[in-house]
T-cell receptor, first 112, second 115 residues
Framework: KAGVTQTPRYLIKTRGQQVTLSCSPI?????VSWYQQTPGQGLQFLFE???????NKGNFPGRFSGRQFSNSRSEMNVSTLELGDSALYLC???????????FGPGTRLLVL | DQQVKQNSPSLSVQEGRISILNCDYT??????FLWYKKYPAEGPTFLIS?????DKNEDGRFTVFLNKSAKHLSLHIVPSQPGDSAVYFC??????????????FGQGTTLQVKP
């Protein structure tokens, strides 16, 4: 089975811009979760989508949003980028009924 | 409030010996625990998990122990190999309260296995 894929792998944006990251889960997985990893805060949960509905949400501002499509692929959007949004953004998928999540390689976002 | 803590930022062991990585948690609602291994610039790789109804789970060289009364879990790697050198993250979830899909991670422990 192919693993979780994320595109793009690297991205450079400037403050105030917006960005969209994409995640394709493992085939058959219906849950997609997003995490942000920074040196200072570690790995932090952003949100989870299951069957096109946001099922859980972390403590991030409304600038961070996401959606899931009928094929379980998910996108994450960050609007009005800030310098502090520079991070590795990780997507993980699971069946939705068990908690083991499998991660993609991540998208490295640099905000200048 | 850090609900999952890995108090040792780093650990160094000799090849062939046992590596023991520790993790403490504060939220008694956590009912599922996982260990991930991570290399720089890559996503975490799932290693092993344990449900709160068990106190031990083994998979090859990896064993996870859970002590619910102490709110403590540990990952044992025996024997350690140089390829095990990476950052190890402990994660927990609270499925019973409907917080599915949400893993709470510790800060990680960097393991170095010396040849």
């Amino acid at each position: 089975k192919a693993g979780v894929t994320q595109t793009p792998r690297y991205l450079i944006k400037t403050r105030g811009q917006q960005v969209t990251l994409s995640c394709s889960p493992i085939s058959g997985h219906r849950s997609v979760s997003w995490y942000q990893q920074t040196p200072g805060q570690g790995l932090q949960f952003l949100f989870e989508y299951f069957s096109e509905t946001q099922r859980n949400k972390g403590n991030f501002p409304g600038r961070f949003s996401g959606r899931q499509f009928s094929n379980s692929r998910s996108e994450m959007n960050v609007s009005t980028l800030e310098l502090g949004d520079s991070a590795l953004y990780l997507c993980a998928s699971s069946s939705g009924t068990e908690e083991t999540q499998y991660f993609g390689p991540g998208t490295r976002l640099l905000v200048l | 409030d850090q609900q999952v803590k890995q108090n040792s930022p780093s650990l160094s062991v000799q090849e062939g010996r046992i590596s023991i990585l520790n993790c403490d948690y504060t939220n008694s609602m956590f009912d599922y625990f996982l260990w991930y291994k991570k290399y720089p610039a890559e996503g975490p790789t799932f290693l092993i998990s344990i449900s709160s109804i068990k106190d031990k789970n083994e998979d090859g060289r990896f064993t996870v122990f859970l002590n619910k009364s102490a709110k403590h879990l540990s990952l044992h790697i025996v024997p350690s190999q140089p390829g095990d050198s990476a950052v190890y993250f402990c994660a927990a979830s609270d499925q019973g309260s409907g917080n599915t899909g949400k893993l709470i991670f510790g800060q990680g422990t960097t393991l170095q296995v010396k040849p």
